[in-house]
Structure formats: C-alpha cells, structure tokens
C-alpha cells in the first residue's frame, strides 16, 4: 500500500460492479490512501456497489442518475456537508439506446441522439461545474473516451460522435479551470468487458480485433486503465491537463491490420 493519494478525497461516478473501468481507478486510487466517495444510478445499482465502497472503507454512497438535476445538486451538497471540498473527481460513464448502436450512424433518430449525448458528454460538464466549485486548493479531473471518437469504429455510431463532443469538453473545461489549479483530462480506454460495453453490436469480434491488431498483441485491463488513472488524478501529472491519454495497448496508432494476425 502506498502514499501518493494520503490525503486526497475523490468522487468516483460510474460504478455498476466490480467489472467496471471506475472500479479500477478506484482501487488503484484507494491503494494509494485515497477517500472514496461514490455515486451510483438506481436501486439495482446500489447492491452492487455499497458492498464494493464497504470493502475499501467508503462511507460515502450515494444515489445521482446525471440525467437529473436535482439528483446531482442533492449528492455535491452532501459531499460538501460531509467533506467540506473535493480533490479529484472521476467521470465514468456512458449510455445510449443500445438500438441504434448497430447498424447506420445516418439512421439516429433526434431523441436517441440527444438522450446518448446528453448522458454520455453534457453530464461531465454538468459534474465538473458541480466538483470545481468543491475544488478550492485545485483539483484533478477524469472522464473515460474511445477511439471511436477520432476513428469510425462499426456499431459505435452515436457514442462516437459524443465521445468526440467530450474529447472536446475535456480541452474546454482544461482552459476554463486551469487558473484554479484544476487539471482536466481523459483516458481513451481499449475496449474491455463490462457491462455497457455488452451494448456494443459485435462486440466480442472488437475485441479479437484489437487483440490480434494492438502493437501489445493483447487488451488491456481495468487495473492497467486504474494505473493510467491514478497518474492523471495525482500530483505526479501536476504539468499535464486537456490530454486524451490512449491506454490500449498502442492500438491507436495502427494504421493497418498486422499481417502476421489470422483472420477472424
Ligand atoms: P459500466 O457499465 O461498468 O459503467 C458505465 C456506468 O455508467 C454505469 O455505472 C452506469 O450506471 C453509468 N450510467 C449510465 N447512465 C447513467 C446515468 N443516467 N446516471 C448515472 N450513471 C449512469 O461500463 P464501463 O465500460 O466501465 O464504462 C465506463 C466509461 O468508460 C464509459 O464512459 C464508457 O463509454 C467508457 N469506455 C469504455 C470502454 C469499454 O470497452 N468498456 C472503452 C472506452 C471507454
């Protein structure tokens, strides 16, 4: 167990279960002696992650769907009463009608498209306006992208196109809150089993993908994403702010399949 994070309190928003990207920021956070608050999405929810905060010693935990104003309004005022401020806050998550995350990006319908965006991009900012006020001696903030952002990826369709209007909401918020000492950045994450990605038409064949296409011919793990994470929220990226940080085995750099991998 080490000291990088003694002292620090962090927020961590996106939790479902133990498979989950912010479970990994989480735990490497925690094992660097972090305090963990955490926020969870309904009731189902809830049984899953109030057993994973008792487990690290979190006694913070709290309900906040990010569709919902007043949902968020309630779970900060509740932080600030129970800790007063805020060191870094993690931003974990992502949702679109799994319907239209198959087939044609031209075929999204208005309501689908600002519902995925709305929840996926616009909550971050809804949340960073929120942590940044509890963030008075600066802070560190963490939002989870995709290559689908910068790339067409099959199936990815609308994600992508929020992904790339948070990518951009990551330098926008970077700018506005670096004269506060607040740090805003973004891990682009391989793609990994949990549960929004079994959303993902053909999800599985993205992975082989990746796999056999990756400079590390291998996908990476939350723990690995946590390790990235842990670095971005702590003083040791105290120089560094507005960066899209790929954690994907190198695979975004790929400009062709390996010839070497078999097909599948
Ligand atoms: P996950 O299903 O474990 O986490 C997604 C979280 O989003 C869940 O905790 C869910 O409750 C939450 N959420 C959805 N709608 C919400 C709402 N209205 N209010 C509050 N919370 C809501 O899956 P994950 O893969 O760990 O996803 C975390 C982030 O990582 C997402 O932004 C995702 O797009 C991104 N990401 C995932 C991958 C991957 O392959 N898994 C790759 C790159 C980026």
Request: glycine share 12%; charged share 20%.
């Amino acid at each position: 167990r080490g000291t990088l994070m003694q002292g620090k309190r962090g927020l961590i928003m996106g939790v479902a279960n133990e498979r989950s990207i912010a479970w990994g920021i989480a735990s490497a956070c925690a094992a660097q002696g972090a305090e963990l608050a955490f926020t969870f999405q309904g009731e189902a929810l809830e049984k899953r992650v109030r057993p994973l905060a008792d487990g690290i010693g979190s006694k913070l935990v709290l309900p906040c769907d990010v569709s919902d104003d007043a949902a968020m309004d309630a779970a900060f005022a509740q932080i600030k009463s129970e800790w007063g401020g805020l060191d870094f806050l993690v931003h974990a998550i992502g949702w679109a009608d799994k319907q239209y995350l198959r087939g044609r990006y031209i075929d999204t319908p208005r309501d689908a498209f600002l519902q995925g965006i709305d929840i996926s991009c616009y909550s971050f900012t809804a949340v960073a306006r929120r942590a940044a006020a509890l963030m008075g001696a600066g802070g560190s903030m963490l939002t989870l992208t995709y290559l689908g952002a910068e790339r067409v990826m099959p199936h990815y369709n609308m994600m992508g196109v929020a992904k790339a209007a948070l990518e951009a909401s990551v330098r926008y918020m970077a700018a506005d809150l670096g004269s506060d000492g607040i740090r805003v950045n973004a891990i682009s994450a391989g793609p990994i089993k949990t549960l929004a990605a079994s959303g993902i038409g053909d999800f599985r064949y993205i992975l082989k993908w990746n796999q056999l296409n990756a400079p590390l011919e291998r996908n990476v793990t939350i723990d690995e994403v946590g390790g990235a994470g842990l670095y971005l929220l702590s003083d040791l990226s105290s120089g560094v702010t507005g960066e899209i940080h790929h954690v994907d085995s190198g695979y975004h750099l790929v400009g062709m399949k390996n010839p070497a991998a078999p097909d599948i």
